[in-house]
């Protein structure tokens, strides 16, 4: 057979986008302003290089976040866990935090020093957006500026955190778990009573010939399930500004039930209080930890 019969395959050409079998999206070819002022959009364009170094194989800073992962849940498995790795675990989480943003920082420069990165994102009206209210603005939640690195961190290592919490306080959670069964077995009169809750504060019809037994059955289902609703999600959210939205977002729902029938605009805990033994919410405490732990 004649060389020249020979199918030799042919030569694949290159774009600058494929190199090697790795699809490189084209905006990594792009340099972006860097140097911009401090902002809501420069914050919004390293949340997007962000995403595309995470989902861009063999990029470094994939392989060198994707590694931290790996070594911190292979660290904090369920084999051989004990509750007195709880507090590494913390330490570790916080140190991974600040050294991904410090790396992010070098691309950056414009972000905050890393000993500023939980202060908030400036805040900026979209086009076209109504100016935000004085109420609106008492229930708005700050973004840190390192969101970005908390985000795609919590939502791996989550699980891990959950699993060791819960082996350090299963004393404390019992113990809470048999308060709040135990509150939830009287009426909600009773609780409110229990709890101090002024009687102006109750979700009360004053002009309802029922017994006091009839409203206890039906009152946090008629003036607060927007706020059970609302607090039972809180378990679903991992960084802690998306746990904070949803305290504040209860706080308002409960503000806004008691607004509708004239109540005082500022609500006390103790309404909070008895709403949330109400809502039976399992291990809520360490959702409330884990979020003052690390903001």
Known sequence: MSSASIPYPQPRLLTRNT???VTVDDALEKVPDFEADWSLAYYKTVKRYWDLFLKTDHHPIQGLFNGLIEIFCNSYNNLGIHEVMFDSAVLEITS???RT???IGYLFPSLPSKDDMYHAIPEAAEEGESPVTQEQENFNVPTPACEF???SLFSKCYADLFTMYTIK???LDQRYWYCVSALNSVT???LLKHFGVDQSLWPMFTSSGSDELQFAISSRRKFYESAVVTLQS????FTPS???RILTKTFSDINEALCERGRPRLIPVDVLVSCVVSMRLDKLNFDICSNAKNS
């Open 101 to 103: 943003y410090d790396v």
């Open 149 to 151: 690195v908390l985000e």
């Open 234 to 237: 809180i378990g679903c959210k």
């Open 96 to 98: 991974f935090i600040e």
């Open 19 to 21: 190199v090697h079998g």
């Open 242 to 244: 998306d746990k904070l």
């Open 169 to 171: 306080s299963q004393e």
């Open 188 to 190: 909600d009169v009773r």
